[in-house]
């Protein structure tokens, strides 16, 4: 890891943890008032009010910001995020949606029936767990007319309507942002409001969200209406912020990839593309959480891209693909058919993010391929069938990552080495089909990772088994393949004699194929092929991250 990227990193984690160790619990010599915001990227503290309104609190309250752009009262739900933020166990929870409940967004809208069940399981659920629901009506858009530069119409004004009727029947604390917010705008009028809008990648303003000249106009309007409709509030909300021009987290970042539109870019590749080439130092992407539709190509002259997905956040940040190399079926050569990422350029790093490959078992279907050197990855999940993970050329290091398929689903030349990982096996087939070259002394190495298998076959017309689909821990692509388990857990899933020579005696006197110390069902060393070794304790002090990289430290 760069040092410039560690002491970010370093940074982002100490925040996280001073939060998580802030709300643990009412301690006795910690009795600050907890408060989380909920809601879309209106409300999130890059896009939207919420780290101008943090600054209006004193020491003794605390904000956790969950938000998340692109989200709908009904999305944010099915998603989990309001059972996770429940279990903050805040005092106070600040309730806005609206903008993604609207009309002409798949999956997020609902209709205005819905809408008001929504937001009533939102007060409804945060008092039976003991917490105060504070309802805020959304931010308005900027939709200014074309006649009037100082009259906005907005369409947001029905939903506002909503929220305040289910306030005013069930006696919930109001903060009126939209008309306030509104009654702001329409004095500055459309020029006077482009100081805290976004410019979109066409160069056009944005009229949603806000830039950080914004957090603060918008963030004491909900300070000072919060400090109105709950007094017990007042002596921790201060009349003037702690910091006038409030630096949110993903301003660190050299972009930031956001699906609804309040980051940099809306596409992965378009992040990719707008990066500088020939870099010598990381160029780091921050990843919102989001499902980014298909192929990805980070080129050769485009190293050290980083991209980041938020922590805890790897199952809902995912690049995906649905296509294998026999489609789209066409005369016109396509570079990397069937293929969802491709990684050309060296130094590549990516956390907290899923690759996945939809096609199904319908043959080669890659999640992700790896040519470039000294790659990383970490806290990923690389999901597929067939060929799930082409780890391909040059060095690579995963580390707690989850990686799963049926055939062959690891697969290429590379040097990589799996630390801790979960090697998931569907319906049986093989792990791996290292294509090693043969003057490589390493190939692929698992180190300390845990080995698992589907317990049924698909096949639901077949008898059940006595046993879970069994896999191959290898074949060999290439004669000289190279494939080590070190200290793994495997299940009993993997086939007693443990590795394949691919219909090819002659593989077996080429192919390098070891273990050591393995445990667990699938591992008993006296069933194993007679032509795979054993290593013995000197051989296998060998098997470092240090020594199997040399002059690289991922």
């Given at each position: 890891?760069?040092?410039?990227?560690?002491?970010?990193?370093?940074?982002?984690?100490?925040?996280?943890?001073?939060?998580?160790?802030l709300f643990a619990g009412k301690v006795a010599n910690n009795p600050k008032i907890r408060i989380v915001l909920v809601g879309d990227s209106t409300v999130t503290d890059n896009a939207g009010w919420g780290a101008g309104f943090a600054q209006f609190l004193t020491e003794d309250a605390v904000c956790v910001n969950t938000a998340r752009g692109g989200r709908s009262s009904m999305s944010f739900i099915k998603e989990g995020r309001w059972e996770n933020a429940l279990a903050l166990k805040a005092d106070y929870y600040l309730v806005q949606f609206?903008?993604?409940?609207?009309?002409?967004?798949?999956?997020?809208?609902?209709?205005?029936?819905?809408?008001?069940?929504?937001?009533?399981?939102?007060?409804?659920?945060?008092?039976?767990?003991?917490?105060?629901?504070?309802?805020?009506?959304?931010?308005?858009?900027?939709?200014?007319g074309k006649k009037d530069p100082h009259k906005i119409n907005s369409s947001l004004n029905v939903r506002a309507e909503v929220v305040r009727d289910i306030a005013r029947q069930k006696n919930v604390p109001l903060v009126e942002l939209h008309d306030l917010s509104k009654a702001l705008c329409e004095k500055l009028g459309r020029e006077g409001c482009l100081v805290f809008s976004p410019k979109k990648e066409n160069g056009a303003y944005d009229g949603t969200h806000l830039n950080a000249e914004g957090y603060i106009p918008f963030g004491r309007?909900?300070?000072?209406?919060?400090?109105?409709?709950?007094?017990?509030?007042?002596?921790?909300?201060?009349?003037?912020?702690?910091?006038?021009?409030?630096?949110?987290?993903?301003?660190?970042?050299?972009?930031?990839?956001?699906?609804?539109?309040?980051?940099?870019?809306?596409?992965?590749?378009?992040?990719?593309?707008?990066?500088?080439?020939?870099?010598?130092?990381?160029?780091?992407?921050?990843?919102?959480?989001?499902?980014?539709?298909?192929?990805?190509?980070?080129?050769?002259?485009?190293?050290?891209?980083?991209?980041?997905?938020?922590?805890?956040?790897?199952?809902?940040?995912?690049?995906?693909?649905?296509?294998?190399?026999?489609?789209?079926?066409?005369?016109?050569?396509?570079?990397?058919?069937?293929?969802?990422?491709?990684?050309?350029?060296?130094?590549?790093?990516?956390?907290?993010?899923?690759?996945?490959?939809?096609?199904?078992?319908?043959?080669?279907?890659?999640?992700?391929?790896?040519?470039?050197?000294?790659?990383?990855?970490?806290?990923?999940?690389?999901?597929?069938?067939?060929?799930?993970?082409?780890?391909?050329?040059?060095?690579?290091?995963?580390?707690?990552?989850?990686?799963?398929?049926?055939?062959?689903?690891?697969?290429?030349?590379?040097?990589?080495?799996?630390?801790?990982?979960?090697?998931?096996?569907?319906?049986?087939?093989?792990?791996?089909?290292?294509?090693?070259?043969?003057?490589?002394?390493?190939?692929?190495?698992?180190?300390?990772?845990?080995?698992?298998?589907?317990?049924?076959?698909?096949?639901?017309?077949?008898?059940?088994?006595?046993?879970?689909?069994?896999?191959?821990?290898?074949?060999?692509?290439?004669?000289?393949?190279?494939?080590?388990?070190?200290?793994?857990?495997?299940?009993?899933?993997?086939?007693?004699?443990?590795?394949?020579?691919?219909?090819?005696?002659?593989?077996?006197?080429?192919?390098?194929?070891?273990?050591?110390?393995?445990?667990?069902?699938?591992?008993?060393?006296?069933?194993?092929?007679?032509?795979?070794?054993?290593?013995?304790?000197?051989?296998?002090?060998?098997?470092?991250?240090?020594?199997?990289?040399?002059?690289?430290?991922?």
């Amino acid at each position: 890891m760069r040092p410039a990227f560690l002491l970010r990193s370093l940074v982002i984690v100490a925040a996280s943890l001073a939060c998580a160790v802030l709300f643990a619990g009412k301690v006795a010599n910690n009795p600050k008032i907890r408060i989380v915001l909920v809601g879309d990227s209106t409300v999130t503290d890059n896009a939207g009010w919420g780290a101008g309104f943090a600054q209006f609190l004193t020491e003794d309250a605390v904000c956790v910001n969950t938000a998340r752009g692109g989200r709908s009262s009904m999305s944010f739900i099915k998603e989990g995020r309001w059972e996770n933020a429940l279990a903050l166990k805040a005092d106070y929870y600040l309730v806005q949606f609206g903008h993604n409940d609207e009309p002409g967004k798949p999956g997020r809208s609902t209709t205005m029936e819905e809408y008001r069940a929504y937001m009533n399981q939102y007060v409804d659920e945060a008092r039976a767990a003991g917490a105060t629901p504070v309802l805020v009506t959304s931010l308005v858009r900027r939709q200014f007319g074309k006649k009037d530069p100082h009259k906005i119409n907005s369409s947001l004004n029905v939903r506002a309507e909503v929220v305040r009727d289910i306030a005013r029947q069930k006696n919930v604390p109001l903060v009126e942002l939209h008309d306030l917010s509104k009654a702001l705008c329409e004095k500055l009028g459309r020029e006077g409001c482009l100081v805290f809008s976004p410019k979109k990648e066409n160069g056009a303003y944005d009229g949603t969200h806000l830039n950080a000249e914004g957090y603060i106009p918008f963030g004491r309007i909900v300070a000072n209406e919060l400090k109105r409709v709950v007094p017990a509030l007042a002596p921790f909300i201060r009349d003037e912020p702690k910091n006038a021009k409030p630096v949110a987290r993903e301003s660190r970042y050299d972009a930031v990839v956001a699906f609804d539109g309040s980051g940099t870019h809306t596409t992965i590749q378009a992040a990719i593309a707008a990066a500088p080439s020939g870099a010598s130092k990381p160029h780091v992407i921050l990843v919102k959480p989001a499902v980014y539709q298909g192929q990805v190509i980070i080129p050769r002259d485009k190293p050290f891209i980083h991209l980041i997905g938020e922590p805890g956040e790897t199952k809902a940040t995912v690049i995906t693909y649905g296509l294998n190399v026999y489609e789209p079926k066409t005369d016109e050569k396509i570079p990397h058919k069937g293929t969802g990422v491709v990684v050309l350029a060296d130094d590549f790093r990516a956390e907290n993010i899923t690759f996945e490959n939809t096609a199904g078992d319908r043959g080669q279907a890659l999640a992700l391929r790896v040519d470039g050197d000294r790659a990383v990855f970490e806290n990923c999940r690389m999901l597929g069938w067939q060929d799930t993970l082409m780890a391909n050329k040059g060095r690579q290091y995963y580390k707690n990552c989850h990686v799963e398929g049926r055939v062959d689903f690891i697969y290429g030349g590379a040097t990589a080495v799996f630390d801790g990982c979960v090697i998931h096996s569907k319906n049986g087939g093989y792990v791996t089909a290292a294509s090693t070259p043969r003057e490589a002394r390493f190939g692929y190495v698992f180190l300390r990772c845990k080995l698992t298998g589907d317990p049924a076959p698909w096949d639901a017309g077949k008898p059940p088994p006595k046993k879970p689909p069994q896999a191959f821990l290898g074949r060999p692509w290439r004669p000289h393949a190279h494939v080590a388990f070190i200290e793994c857990e495997l299940g009993g899933h993997i086939k007693p004699e443990g590795w394949n020579n691919w219909r090819k005696e002659e593989n077996e006197k080429t192919a390098r194929y070891f273990e050591y110390k393995n445990t667990g069902p699938g591992a008993d060393p006296a069933a194993r092929a007679a032509w795979s070794r054993q290593l013995t304790d000197g051989e296998a002090k060998l098997y470092t991250v240090e020594n199997i990289f040399g002059d690289w430290r991922p």
